[in-house]
């Protein structure tokens, strides 16, 4: 099945910087989703994006699938964006697959 | 709110005994997707159901089982509970049984089950 992998693994920021998030896929994707999980475990959908690019606010994701890897960019980051990000994709079959996610501490 | 229920929200139980989870889709979502996240193996996919039929099996246990019922609402059933078990256990729904343009994913909320 299809690989993700994430990095980094590990993020602290202070509050209004700006960072960048990779996944890494091993094969052609037919969705993948970016998830911010809080800390009381709500696993909270930020984007469906197997290619493109969207932005919400101060959140935004581009997919380069011919490349096999996505970015999700942070700016001006708050404490409220402390939790893990998790790639998710789908290869040929429709359940998820995530990788091991990244996680973020943001501090004042 | 991603429109996903789970029931309940948390739970505490004794080795060796039986417990339900239940899950409710989106309106309109026929898929219903189980997972299961500790802290040592991340989030793994157990099953996957599409109109009451199971379509893809990952790496669930034999003492769990499943089932999609008519009304599409989906429970998960852990057996033989061991200390292991102890996980945030997810539910999630799609409108569609494969991938594809549109086939987003939703998560509930989760149901955390904790084995003494």
């Known amino acids: 099945g299809i690989q993700v992998e994430q990095s980094p693994p590990d993020l602290i920021l202070q509050e209004g910087a700006n960072s960048t998030l990779r996944c890494n896929f091993s094969?052609?994707?037919?969705?993948l989703q970016w998830f911010h999980q809080n800390p009381w475990g709500q696993l909270i959908n930020l984007f469906y994006?197997?290619?493109g690019t969207k932005q919400n606010g101060r959140l935004s994701a581009t997919t380069v699938a011919t490349e096999r890897y996505s970015l999700l960019y942070i700016s001006s980051s708050q404490t409220t964006d402390s939790g893990v990000y998790f790639c998710?994709?789908?290869?040929?079959?429709?359940?998820?697959?995530f990788g091991t996610g990244t996680r973020l501490q943001v501090t004042l | 709110d991603s429109g996903v229920t789970q029931t309940p929200k948390h739970l505490i139980t004794a080795t060796g005994q039986r417990v339900t989870l239940r899950c409710s889709p989106r309106s309109g979502d026929l898929s219903v997707y189980w997972y299961q996240q500790s802290l040592d193996q991340g989030l793994q996919f157990l099953i996957q159901y599409y109109n009451g039929e199971e379509r893809a099996k990952g790496n669930i246990l034999e003492r769990f089982s499943a089932q999609q019922f008519p009304d599409l609402h989906s429970e998960l059933n852990l057996s033989s509970l061991e200390l292991g078990d102890s996980a945030l256990y997810f539910c999630a729904s799609s409108v569609a049984t494969r991938a594809g343009p549109g086939n987003t994913i939703y998560f509930g909320e989760g149901s955390w089950l904790t084995v003494v």
């Open positions: 998710a994709a789908t290869g040929t079959a429709s359940k998820l697959t």
């Open positions: 094969d052609s994707v037919n969705n």
């Open positions: 994006i197997p290619s």
